[in-house]
């Protein structure tokens, strides 16, 4: 009884911090113009400001 309730909440914490992996927040940078943007889709797209390409920037 005790060790199901200990497995539980050691599989939810490694889906919790699965979770967090995912939705870390990521952001995106404009080698132009210098914006930061937050990725909020698959695709990059472009510079609001200027209209060059984003790149993705490393944590
Ligand atoms: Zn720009």
Do not use: W, Y
Not at 10 to 25: I, P, T, V
Not at 41 to 49: H, Q, R, T, Y
Request: hydrophobic share 40%; charged share 20%; glycine share 6%.
């Amino acid at each position: 009884m005790f060790d199901n309730v200990v497995q539980a909440s050691e599989a939810f914490r490694e889906s919790a911090h699965r979770m967090q992996g995912s939705l870390r927040m990521a952001l995106k940078g404009c080698p132009e113009c210098r914006t930061v943007d937050m990725i909020a889709s698959p695709s990059l797209g472009a510079c609001e400001d200027c209209g060059s390409a984003m790149i993705a920037l490393p944590r």
